[in-house]
């Protein structure tokens, strides 16, 4: 039997939503073993006299905990 634990990250890029869950992942998984998935809650951006400055995603990380 497994057990899976689910923690929600919120992380940002000026690149793109994709670099922005790129580094939740690289930077939980410091921390954090076992990661299995990553499920994309939320994004959202900020914008500057009308361009985006800022891609932000908000997961969820599940990782097996034994």
């Known amino acids: 039997m497994s057990v899976l634990k689910v923690i929600e990250i919120l992380a940002n890029s ?3 939503w994709e670099d922005a869950a790129r580094k939740a992942v690289k930077h ?3 921390s ?3 990661i299995r998935s ?3 809650q939320d994004q959202s951006a900020s914008v500057t ?3 985006i ?3 932000r995603v ?3 990380i ?3 905990v034994h």
């Open 14 to 16: 000026d690149k793109s």
């Open 28 to 30: 939980a998984s410091k």
């Open 32 to 34: 954090v073993k076992n």
């Open 38 to 40: 990553v499920y994309v």
């Open 49 to 51: 006299n009308g361009e």
């Open 53 to 55: 400055t800022e891609f």
């Open 58 to 60: 908000n997961l969820k």
């Open 62 to 64: 599940s990782f097996e």
